[in-house]
C-alpha cells in the first residue's frame, strides 16, 4: 500500500497529493468542483448521516466514532475496493471538508485501512 495523506477540502492541491479521493457525503460548501481537483468522490464511503450527525465532531465520542464507523466500512464493498486499488497504485489523499484537522472521518478512514 502507497502513502496516503490527509488533507481539508480548503487547503489547494499539492504536487505530492497523488490521486485525491472526496471522502464526504456531502459536497464541501463553497468550493468549486475545478477547484478541488479531485480523482474520485467516494462517498459510500463516508460515515452514515445518523453516524455523522451523533457524532458532531465531539472529541469525546472520537473512539466510538471510530469502532462505529469502522463497522459501517466492513460493508462498504464496491467503493473500499476501488480506494484500496487506487493504493496500489500510487500516494492517495483523503479529501475532506470538516474543521476539525484531528477527529474526522478521513483520519478515521486511514488508520482503519491501515489496520
Do not use: C
Not at 22 to 41: C, H, N, S, T, Y
Not at 63 to 81: C, H, M, S, V, W
Not at 89 to 115: I, S
Amino acid at each position: 500500500m502507497h502513502e496516503m495523506r490527509v488533507k481539508r477540502a480548503y487547503e489547494p492541491p499539492g504536487d505530492g497529493d497523488g490521486q485525491r479521493v472526496l471522502v464526504d457525503r456531502m459536497w464541501p460548501r463553497g468550493v468549486a468542483k475545478d477547484e478541488l481537483q479531485i480523482d474520485a468522490w467516494l462517498k459510500e464511503i463516508a460515515p452514515s448521516s445518523k453516524l455523522r450527525k451523533w457524532f458532531g465532531h465531539d472529541p469525546a465520542k472520537w473512539t466510538e466514532f471510530q469502532r462505529r464507523y469502522a463497522a459501517e466500512l466492513e460493508d462498504a464493498g464496491e467503493p473500499l475496493a476501488e480506494l484500496r486499488g487506487m493504493l496500489k497504485d500510487g500516494p492517495v489523499t483523503l479529501v475532506y471538508a470538516a474543521k476539525d484537522e484531528d477527529h474526522n472521518n478521513a483520519v478515521a478512514l486511514r488508520q482503519w485501512l491501515r489496520g
